[in-house]
T-cell receptor, first 117, second 113 residues
Framework: GAVVSQHPSWVICKSGTSVKIECRSL??????MFWYRQFPKQSLMLMAT?????????EQGVEKDKFLINHASLTLSTLTVTSAHPEDSSFYIC?????????????FGPGTRLTVT | GENVEQHPSTLSVQEGDSAVIKCTYS??????FPWYKQELGKRPQLIID?????GEKKDQRIAVTLNKTAKHFSLHITETQPEDSAVYFC????????????FGQGTRLTINP
């Protein structure tokens, strides 16, 4: 149980275009999902907290107009990188908590490697 | 906000020896401390976690200790094996709102055969 999937697993796009990444909780309902970005040899940095049915909460320094987050259902959150640039190339990972349980654990997706050329 | 510091950044030990990774946190309200193992290009895998009402937790070769007064927690791996080689991250979660995780900088552990 507690499986989180991401799609796509990798994507290459041209500078100036937009890319959408999906995060799904497969066997539980996730009222809250989290989006992280990880640059090579660095730690995971939280970008935003995605809440079902409401606006995402962005961390300081993360451009909300550039990284659009939509959490339309209890099992799906999407991250759209708009007008992507080479510096947006990174490993994007989502996670979700099963708030119906008492566990604090976050379940991570497999990540999406974005390369902007 | 919460800040988590992790040391060392790299650690090399002989197979069979023990490895210890240490983290400190800044917010005394933090109450959940997970440790993750991440292999290259893969998702972080939870290997052990501890809550603030517990001082120590052990799972086979892996143990975590927590000192709430000093605000630090440590990961101990005994009888290390080559497959333990990976990057390890500590994290802390504050018991407010969405309970988001703040990660340490990571430790690259290499087990030498």
């Amino acid at each position: 149980g507690a499986v989180v999937s991401q799609h796509p697993s990798w994507v290459i796009c041209k500078s100036g275009t937009s890319v959408k990444i999906e995060c799904r909780s497969l066997d539980f309902q996730a009222t809250t999902m989290f989006w992280y970005r990880q640059f090579p040899k660095q730690s995971l940095m939280l970008m935003a907290t995605s809440n079902e049915g409401s606006k995402a909460t962005y961390e300081q320094g993360v451009e909300k107009d550039k990284f659009l987050i939509n959490h339309a259902s209890l099992t799906l959150s999407t991250l759209t990188v708009t007008s992507a640039h080479p510096e947006d190339s990174s490993f994007y990972i989502c996670s979700a908590r099963d708030f119906q349980g008492s566990s604090y654990e976050q379940y991570f997706g497999p990540g999406t490697r974005l390369t902007v050329t | 906000g919460e800040n988590v510091e992790q040391h060392p950044s790299t650690l090399s030990v002989q197979e069979g020896d023990s490895a210890v990774i240490k983290c400190t946190y800044s917010d005394s309200a933090s109450n959940y401390f997970p440790w993750y193992k991440q292999e290259l290009g893969k998702r972080p895998q939870l290997i052990i976690d501890i809550r603030s009402n517990v001082g120590e937790k052990k799972d086979q070769r892996i143990a975590v200790t927590l000192n709430k007064t000093a605000k630090h927690f440590s990961l101990h791996i005994t009888e290390t094996q080559p497959e333990d080689s990976a990057v390890y991250f500590c994290a802390a979660s504050i018991d407010r709102g969405a309970q988001k995780l703040v990660f340490g900088q990571g430790t690259r552990l290499t087990i030498n055969p």
